[in-house]
């Protein structure tokens, strides 16, 4: 019951009908309408209306918005009108009850952890080094300040680590396919405000995430799709292009997207959509599915297992064969299982040499149904039994996963999985686009400057964004709460700007692989209020699982469907705990390939041209290339320098880059340069983790969907046991023998090392200590005089350590003081002449590891700076290239051309 007092005096049984609202010049009105006296105004401030009650700080909410605006004070009247202070503003503003609720707004900006992550954001701005990196800083800080402080966002949940759970819901749709484990995912995403979906390389998240997407489009609620991977946002961009429902999606991001995003938005399609079944005829359909699902699974993990026992039944062939083990007849009559084949090996492996007692005879005919125990009492014959039962046992293996892999395809045949498949995701897409079709048609009417200031309405017509984990405060309209946010790459996602996503929706999807790439953390030292939000030891994946911990629904997608199945087998055996379904083919295919460079310490300054060159080798010489999908080859490597060395060596069709800057990307075919030698600094182990690290291994083995190229040195990785060690292991047992090639590219300077190739033997005899004290000198004061034993060198001669003012004339007037002092002091390692006049043509200089230091590649430039000025040519011959003896040939041959090209 409301009472108004007007000027002291109850008016209440007068008036009929009163409302509240703001006039520009009066202020504050209350508007009465009388039973027989019309209307009348007054201040409001001349009324009491009971009941009144006072609202401090609060957010304010409206129904079916998605904006939460914090409010300074409210003033509510008779539960009917409510006068709205907000901060900073000059007026206050009235609104009806039924058009607007309250929230109280939580303390989560002034917990510990919040304060933690602000301050991470705060010093990493004061630390920033270039004005690029303030700027980027800067704009986070600034976004965190404007989260709204609601109960019921995801940042909520993850600052206090409580994870609500959802209520399922309608029936789920598949219009872009599904497997066992994507299933569960999906399902798992709808069952608790915040998620994890781990998904290794080649196990369809995109898939996923699309499938995910499309629910929440029919549930009628909004999703950001967000990473700080581009590539991997674009890749839900094409999918969704490519079935027709890009037009639901605003690519929003920094200023400038958004400004071309509102060139040309995508326009609502102009069709209608195909007649649909019914939700509940696709959960039938579903249910149907279902059953299939684990046999489908249940048959490429039989695939798999087959060829493992083939190979190791060749194996063991070859070992028998080459170990005159004789071929025993067959066992089967003994109608060993492969468990009680194992079982009676180890038996006869325990009883050794041991005559066969009464009591062993009992144990051989109650534990495997032998009668007879002659053929086991010799102890050469026992011996060759265990041989026959070790072939017995891959024999009987191998028939037996036959028999349950037939078993199953006959199932999914007969269910007609493929077709069921199909039919769901039809059916899925279908009803999708039909009840968007019948949505009312939302406006278009909306650009750059505009949009937020409609923001609700702008939602309607693009329930999908996409941005950068860094603007996605900044796309969307202040205080305003998304329905869900998925974050792909998380494992590549810093914490901090990570949250802020989080801050702006009610529920969390994370997307991504803690066994891949993590993000490179900037180190603050700043404590963390709890470990699991340590911003410079953890990811935003892995910060959630430690969070959360066993209240965070995870769900691994293990179907694998990128990489030949030999590639990827690594992965899952060295990474993965064979946790994952290869789901590809192997038809016999060379997937792997080992490329061992020459012994020798090749590597200068994070590069290795040996590498560069074996490959180059073993490309020229390759006559199987690689089937190609259109997607290339890619060559990659730990550090930046070799990637742009490669790009002055390898064929142009080469993608190249680092590894980190691959992840999330796919090549045919990728090669691996690992770089590293086996000098003691290559050994430390701060670098050999860097580059031996397991996240960098798998990430650079999984990109490679038909042949993986592995170029390294000999016994570089083996010291430390390490990932690539184990990876040079599995190609050598798996790959053809034809793919294991080692040192095709022998330099005459590995003579330099105490190990070299045998080939060099010969030049190393030839070698003569008199030329001089350094034997890289020695191999090439050898290696000119036999070019210059060439008839067409017959004119030629060559003299060593030639001081230098002795070649260029040190009275030129041309010379700067720091030249002429250096001309008085250095000489050159090889000076060519003319036999006749002695006019010298040329100089040949050794370059070893000491031209690498700043102060000599300095002293370098200066003397091919005189020597230029001289009109004198030099060849200079790294320690570390190959092909030596052709670049002294043709640097001779520019004094010889006649004779050369006779």
């Known amino acids: 019951?409301?009472?108004?007092?007007?000027?002291?005096?109850?008016?209440?049984?007068?008036?009929?009908?009163?409302?509240?609202?703001?006039?520009?010049?009066?202020?504050?009105?209350?508007?009465?309408?009388?039973?027989?006296?019309?209307?009348?105004?007054?201040?409001?401030?001349?009324?009491?209306?009971?009941?009144?009650?006072?609202?401090?700080?609060?957010?304010?909410?409206?129904?079916?918005?998605?904006?939460?605006?914090?409010?300074?004070?409210?003033?509510?009247?008779?539960?009917?009108?409510?006068?709205?202070?907000?901060p900073d503003a000059d007026k206050p503003y009235v609104f009806k009850m039924d058009g607007i609720g309250f929230a109280t707004p939580t303390t989560m900006k002034e917990a510990p952890v919040f304060h933690y992550l602000t301050a991470v954001a705060n010093a990493r701005q004061e630390c920033a080094e270039s004005k690029t990196d303030r700027e980027i800083a800067a704009n986070v800080v600034r976004q965190l300040g404007r989260l709204p402080a609601s109960a019921d966002t995801a940042l909520q949940a993850y600052c206090t680590g409580c994870n609500s759970t959802r209520a399922p819901g309608q029936g789920l749709i598949y219009p872009f396919g599904l497997n066992e484990s994507q299933l569960v995912a999906v399902e798992q995403a709808f069952r608790a405000q915040v998620?994890?979906?781990?998904?290794?390389?080649?196990?369809?998240?995109?898939?996923?995430?699309?499938?995910?997407?499309?629910?929440?489009?029919?549930?009628?609620?909004?999703?950001?799709?967000?990473?700080?991977?581009?590539?991997?946002?674009?890749?839900?961009?094409?999918?969704?292009?490519?079935?027709?429902?890009?037009?639901?999606?605003?690519?929003?991001?920094?200023?400038?997207?958004?400004?071309?995003?509102?060139?040309?938005?995508?326009?609502?399609?102009s069709s209608d959509p195909e007649p649909a079944p019914t939700l509940e005829e696709i959960q039938t359909l579903l249910a149907r599915l279902k059953q299939h699902l684990h046999d489908h699974n249940r048959a490429a993990q039989l695939q798999l297992q087959l060829d493992e026992l083939t190979i190791e039944r060749c194996y063991l062939q070859r070992w028998q064969a080459d170990n005159g083990v004789p071929t025993v007849v067959s066992l089967d009559r003994y109608g060993l299982t492969p468990r009680k084949t194992v079982d009676l090996m180890a038996y006869l492996a325990h009883l050794g040499e041991q005559r066969i007692?009464?009591?062993?005879?009992?144990?051989?005919?109650?534990?495997?149904?032998?009668?007879?125990?002659?053929?086991?009492?010799?102890?050469?014959?026992?011996?060759?039994?265990?041989?026959?039962?070790?072939?017995?046992?891959?024999?009987?293996?191998?028939?037996?996963?036959?028999?349950?892999?037939?078993?199953?395809?006959?199932?999914?045949?007969?269910?007609?999985?493929?077709?069921l498949l199909d039919e769901l995701k039809t059916a899925s897409m279908r009803h999708l686009k039909q009840h968007l079709q019948r949505l009312p048609r939302p406006s278009d009417n909306f650009d750059a400057k505009t949009y937020r200031q409609q923001f609700d309405a702008f939602l309607k017509r693009f329930p999908i964004l996409g941005s950068g984990t860094h603007s996605i405060v900044n796309s969307i309209a202040p205080g305003a709460i998304l329905d869900y946010v998925i974050i792909d790459e998380a494992s590549l996602q810093d914490i901090v700007p990570g949250i802020l996503p989080?801050?702006?929706?009610?529920?969390?999807?994370?997307?991504?692989?803690?066994?891949?790439?993590?993000?490179?953390?900037?180190?603050?030292?700043?404590?963390?209020?709890?470990?699991?939000?340590?911003?410079?030891?953890?990811?935003?994946?892995?910060?959630?699982i430690g969070v959360f911990k066993e209240a965070l629904p995870r769900t691994l997608l293990k179907e694998h469907y990128r990489c030949h199945p030999r590639i990827i087998q690594f992965c899952n055996q060295q990474f993965y705990d064979n946790a994952l379904v290869p789901m590809t083919e192997d038809k016999g295919e060379a997937p792997l390939r080992l490329v061992v460079t020459a012994k020798g310490n090749h590597a200068r300054q994070n590069t290795n041209l040996r590498e560069l060159d074996s490959l180059?080798?073993?490309?020229?010489?390759?006559?199987?290339?690689?089937?190609?999908?259109?997607?290339?080859?890619?060559?990659?490597?730990?550090?930046?320098?070799?990637?742009?060395?490669?790009?002055?060596?390898?064929?142009?069709?080469?993608?190249?880059?680092?590894?980190?800057?691959?992840?999330?990307?796919?090549?045919?075919?990728?090669?691996?340069?690992?770089?590293?030698?086996?000098?003691?600094?290559?050994?430390?182990?701060?670098?050999?983790?860097?580059?031996?690290?397991?996240?960098?291994i798998n990430v650079a083995v999984s990109r490679a969907k038909h042949r993986f190229t592995l170029v390294t040195g000999e016994e570089v990785f083996a010291g430390n046991h390490g990932h690539i060690a184990?990876?040079?292991?599995?190609?050598?047992?798996?790959?053809?023998?034809?793919?294991?090639?080692?040192?095709?590219?022998?330099?005459?300077?590995?003579?330099?090392?105490?190990?070299?190739?045998?080939?060099?033997?010969?030049?190393?005899?030839?070698?003569?200590?008199?030329?001089?004290?350094y034997k890289s000198e020695q191999i090439a004061a050898q290696l000119l005089r036999e070019a210059l034993s060439d008839p067409s060198c017959q004119s030629l001669m060559y003299h060593g350590q030639i001081k230098l003012d002795q070649i260029a004339s040190p009275s030129n007037p041309d010379w700067t003081p720091r030249e002429q002092a250096f001309m008085a002091r250095a000489s050159c390692d090889f000076v060519i002449y003319f036999k006749v006049g002695k006019t010298p043509l040329g100089v040949i200089e050794v370059d070893g590891g000491t031209h690498d230091r700043p102060d000599q590649a300095a002293r370098d430039v200066l003397k091919n700076g005189i020597l230029a000025k001289s009109g004198i040519p030099i060849l200079r011959l790294c320690t570390v290239e190959s092909g030596i003896e052709e670049k002294i040939t043709g640097f001779l041959a520019t004094w010889a051309p006649t004779m050369i090209n006779a």
């Open 502 to 544: 989080l801050g702006c929706a009610k529920n969390l999807i994370v997307v991504g692989d803690n066994r891949q790439l993590a993000h490179i953390p900037v180190v603050l030292g700043m404590p963390a209020p709890a470990e699991a939000y340590d911003c410079e030891r953890y990811s935003l994946l892995d910060s959630c």
């Open 195 to 269: 998620s994890v979906i781990e998904g290794p390389p080649g196990t369809g998240k995109t898939q996923t995430i699309l499938n995910i997407i499309a629910n929440i489009l029919l549930r009628g609620q909004t999703v950001a799709v967000l990473s700080n991977n581009n590539a991997a946002v674009e890749n839900v961009y094409e999918k969704l292009e490519r079935c027709g429902l890009s037009y639901l999606v605003a690519k929003l991001g920094n200023q400038d997207n958004r400004q071309d995003f509102f060139i040309g938005p995508p326009p609502w399609p």
């Open 357 to 419: 007692r009464l009591k062993d005879r009992i144990e051989l005919l109650f534990n495997f149904r032998i009668f007879r125990a002659k053929p086991f009492a010799e102890s050469d014959v026992r011996l060759s039994m265990f041989h026959a039962l070790q072939m017995h046992y891959y024999d009987k293996a191998l028939r037996g996963k036959e028999v349950e892999l037939q078993a199953c395809r006959e199932a999914l045949a007969r269910g007609n999985f493929t077709a």
């Open 726 to 773: 184990a990876l040079m292991r599995y190609i050598t047992y798996y790959a053809q023998d034809e793919q294991i090639v080692r040192a095709p590219v022998v330099s005459a300077f590995d003579l330099l090392y105490r190990e070299y190739d045998q080939s060099l033997a010969r030049l190393n005899a030839r070698l003569r200590l008199e030329d001089s004290r």
């Open 1 to 86: 019951m409301v009472s108004i007092h007007v000027g002291g005096e109850d008016k209440t049984a007068e008036i009929t009908n009163w409302s509240i609202w703001s006039d520009k010049h009066e202020g504050l009105q209350l508007k009465c309408s009388y039973l027989n006296k019309g209307k009348a105004a007054y201040a409001l401030d001349d009324c009491v209306i009971y009941p009144t009650r006072e609202l401090g700080e609060m957010l304010l909410t409206k129904p079916g918005s998605t904006i939460v605006t914090p409010i300074a004070k409210a003033t509510i009247y008779g539960e009917r009108y409510a006068v709205v202070h907000y």
């Open 616 to 696: 180059l080798k073993v490309l020229d010489d390759d006559g199987d290339p690689v089937g190609m999908d259109g997607d290339g080859r890619g060559f990659i490597a730990p550090f930046r320098a070799q990637v742009t060395l490669s790009g002055t060596r390898l064929p142009a069709d080469f993608v190249k880059d680092t590894v980190h800057k691959f992840q999330g990307r796919e090549c045919d075919e990728i090669v691996f340069s690992t770089v590293l030698d086996k000098k003691r600094h290559n050994q430390e182990r701060k670098r050999l983790h860097f580059v031996d690290d397991p996240r960098m």
